[in-house]
T-cell receptor, first 109, second 112 residues
């Protein structure tokens, strides 16, 4: 079955500390994965996708097919990174996405 | 810039009422989606539509129906609202070229 697992509901770090938001997936085939972010009182928006291999706001994510993971990383967290982060997997036709349960990142000063 | 709008930010309804949530997108997207967003459960797909008058059930369609009479508009209907349908409802749209979905601001529905 296609599934996305985000094992941490809350990740709490201090400003300047490294951040890793975990995401594991289950998918038979060639996966396409995404990270979406929702800042307080803002709408959910795409942060990055694995196929573009880009760094957005200092965040990167590498697809590891061996470990079926797509962890989101940032070397030095900023307070403005505090938000809800969702990992998502391409889930079949019509551009459907399967979302994980989300991880709330809290960056403290 | 893609714009997805939802008819209400907050809605309070009584048990048994019929509830309409409306979503409009202005990017001529073929695909539209309705999700529930609940803490600890993430986003769960209720229904989606890939064309006018075409719809498919998502993961949790029970108690909901949808309507898409025009390409830009996708409505979610709760035929008889129940307290367990209290939630945040998100609408999204996407084109056919990518899997990127564009989200509306959400409607927080409370059923009392």
């Amino acid at each position: 079955a296609q599934r996305v697992t985000q094992p941490e509901k809350l990740l709490s770090v201090f400003k300047g500390a490294p951040v890793e938001l975990k995401c594991n997936y289950s998918y038979s085939g060639s996966p396409e994965l995404f990270w979406y972010v929702q800042y307080s009182r803002q709408r959910l928006q795409l942060l990055l996708r694995h196929i573009s291999r880009e760094s957005i706001k200092g965040f990167t994510a590498d697809l590891n097919k061996g470990e079926t993971s797509f962890h989101l990383k940032k070397p030095f967290a900023q307070e403005e990174d505090s938000a809800m982060y969702y990992c998502a997997l391409k889930g079949g036709g019509y551009n459907k996405l399967i979302f994980g349960a989300g991880t709330r990142l809290a960056v403290h000063p | 810039d893609v714009k997805v709008t939802q008819s209400s930010r907050y809605l309070v309804k009584r048990t048994g009422e019929k509830v309409f949530l409306e979503c409009v997108q202005d990017m001529d997207h073929e695909n539209m989606f309705w999700y529930r967003q609940d803490p600890g459960l993430g986003l769960r797909l209720i229904y989606f539509s890939y064309d006018v008058k075409m719809k498919e059930k998502g993961d949790i369609p029970e108690g909901y129906s949808v309507s898409r009479e025009k390409k830009e508009r996708f409505s979610l209907i709760l035929e008889s609202a129940s307290t367990n349908q209290t939630s945040m409802y998100l609408c999204a749209s996407s084109g056919t070229a990518t899997y990127e979905q564009y989200f509306g601001p959400g409607t927080r529905l409370t059923v009392t």
